[in-house]
């Protein structure tokens, strides 16, 4: 571990200012931070500690869920409000890590999570993103867990939460706080594919901190499922997990939301495989047809074209499996 200096600050706006003097990174939870320092895959020499800066878990009046940023996985998917009215954000983070994980994680670090590949944690090997125009010695390496849509010849790597698939399907919003002042995106815009700047995995701007996460009201999102295909039962990361909510009245799908882990750089959100979905009859040959839509693009490296077939039939169980379940009434 190399020496770095600890600060601590009482509110956002000071916690950004004193990041951007120092040329900091923010410290919370330290789940995924911590390990890179450690391996020396991460070498700040200032860290701000911003955990106890936003811990809310609020429902707003019109039924916006606000999750702050420094509220822990575990708070998050025990609240009991997100349990009744967003169960796939509950399910999607009890699928993932282990419990005293979930205890330290937060909402903002969980966002942000580095790269799933091996290459990007040994310091030894060629990566693009942690030293730009090294190379990537995944692409001839082993590619079994890595990404079969929106890659590129500079990173394979995959996106490693499991939150961040519920969040992009249930149409999230990062709301930030940088020394121009805060902003909100939508969260399937914050993280990039590699394209030729693989070092660029946010479109964050220097030294922004998240403040929150916000989930706008969906009382038809309680029927949903998050099914996550993993290499075994517990604590390992996704070779493929889907977040689907399906809104179906009198056999016709009315709404749809779909989204893919373990896939691609980013979550990925099938928003074609919704507009095949939506206003359609239930079938199995609609469900089949929205998969393929859903993977159509996929290229598969050289050891994990089964991710596709993989993908695919996900897909489709997890869409069945809604389309089985009694409709909630609102």
Known sequence: MRPFTYLRSDDVAAAVELAAGAGARYLAGGTNLVDLMRQGVETPEVLVDVRSLTRQIEVEPDGTLVLGAGATNTAVAEHPRVRADFPLISRAILNG??????????????????????????????????????????????THNHAVLGHSPHCVATHPSDLCVALAALDARVHLHGPGGPRVVDLTDLHRLPGDEPARETNLEPYELITAVSVPPAPWGRR???????????????????????????????????????????????????????????????????????LRNAVPLRDNAYKIPLATRSVVAALTQLAEEPQEAP
């Open 224 to 294: 949903c499922v998050y099914r996550k295909v993993r290499e075994r039962a517990s604590y390992a990361f996704a070779l493929v997990s889907v977040a689907a909510v399906l809104d179906v009245d009198r056999g016709v799908v009315r709404r749809s939301r779909l989204a893919l882990g373990g896939v691609a750089a980013k979550p990925w959100r099938a928003r074609e495989a919704e507009r095949v979905l939506d206003g359609q009859p239930v079938s199995p040959e609609l469900f089949e047809e929205a998969a393929r839509t859903a």
């Open 97 to 142: 890590a282990t419990g005293q994980i979930r205890n330290m994680a937060t909402v903002g670090g969980n966002v942000l999570q580095r790269p799933r590949c091996l290459y990007f944690y040994d310091t030894a090997s060629r990566c693009n993103r942690r030293e730009p125009g090294a190379g990537c010695d995944a692409l001839d390496g082993g």
